[in-house]
């Protein structure tokens, strides 16, 4: 299991940077096209770190499509929205490897 973590909880990680990036920029100016993009990649953050065994992440990004779903249905507003970004975030962040020294 440590190869496993070693080998793609790095890539996990910087793609899942990068989508949490396009949902912040959608939560400035919500729009259907924009958070429907977000809702998929929040969707792809839960089914990727499910694989990874990454239990606590998937609950958070699940949360965080749902909000992403009411939003562009005008059931919820932006600030529940960023909320649960920020929640899921936090849990990446706290998964993160350290990166590694340059020579």
Known sequence: MDDLYAK???QFTALARDRMQRAYEAAERPESAALNAVMRD???IAGEAGLLGLARIVPLARAAEDHAKRLRDGHADTGAFLGALNEL???LEAIT??????D
């Open 8 to 10: 793609f909880l790095p």
């Open 97 to 102: 490897p350290p990166a590694k020294p340059k």
């Open 89 to 91: 975030g936090s849990a």
């Open 42 to 44: 929040l969707h792809g």
